[in-house]
């Protein structure tokens, strides 16, 4: 007769529980990686807006007043 829970015992049960605990280091290692590939990429974005500022104001596209104007808005 079988009753609730019964497929859990022996080997078969240890397994289940193995790749549960598997699957669920996989999910937080790769939650991990994006909410750090996120933060670095926000910083590393705010350095390309300031270069990207100084190469234009090289350049002529845009005089002094416009560009210390655009360079608070980056520093927020």
Do not use: C, H, N
């Amino acid at each position: 007769m079988m009753y609730p829970g019964a497929y859990m015992t022996g080997a078969m049960g240890w397994w289940m529980v193995f790749w549960f605990l598997a699957f669920a280091v996989l999910v937080a290692v790769l939650v991990a990686l994006v909410l750090r590939s996120d933060r670095s990429g926000i910083r590393a974005d705010g350095a390309r807006a300031k270069e990207l500022l100084d190469e234009r104001l090289a350049r002529g596209e845009i005089d002094a007043q416009e560009y210390r104007e655009r360079r608070a808005l980056i520093a927020g």
